[in-house]
């Protein structure tokens, strides 16, 4: 991730300086939580969470905690594996 005073930008690393606007990420609350900078990343602003460049939909913002194994998280509902729900 990069930001500027607007925008929030995430390259996926498969091309390492093709970086793309997170569209509604806010510059000014964003701040990294944790994950695996070669295969994905777990971040938060004031009204979402997201893995990578994806909006996680549906998470509890205020439960939502990333497990020492990097690519795993949950929250009060669920638990999430590279960003999705684990069923």
Same mark, same amino acid.
């Given at each position: 991730?990069?930001?500027? %005073?607007?925008?929030?930008?995430?390259?996926d690393y498969s091309y390492q300086y093709d970086? %793309?606007?997170?569209?509604?990420?806010?510059?000014?609350?964003?701040?990294?939580?944790?994950?695996?900078?070669?295969?994905?990343?777990y971040a938060r602003d004031s009204n979402s969470?997201?893995?990578?460049?994806?909006?996680?939909?549906?998470?509890?913002?205020?439960?939502?905690?990333?497990?020492?194994?990097?690519?795993?998280? %949950?929250?009060?509902?669920?638990?999430?594996?590279?960003?999705?729900?684990? %069923?």
């Amino acid at each position: 991730y990069i930001k500027d %005073k607007n925008h929030i930008f995430f390259s996926d690393y498969s091309y390492q300086y093709d970086y %793309k606007i997170i569209e509604g990420a806010d510059p000014i609350t964003f701040e990294l939580l944790g994950g695996n900078p070669w295969m994905g990343t777990y971040a938060r602003d004031s009204n979402s969470i997201y893995f990578g460049s994806k909006r996680i939909d549906g998470v509890d913002r205020e439960s939502f905690v990333v497990s020492s194994e990097s690519l795993r998280a %949950k929250d009060k509902n669920h638990s999430y594996y590279f960003g999705g729900i684990e %069923k």
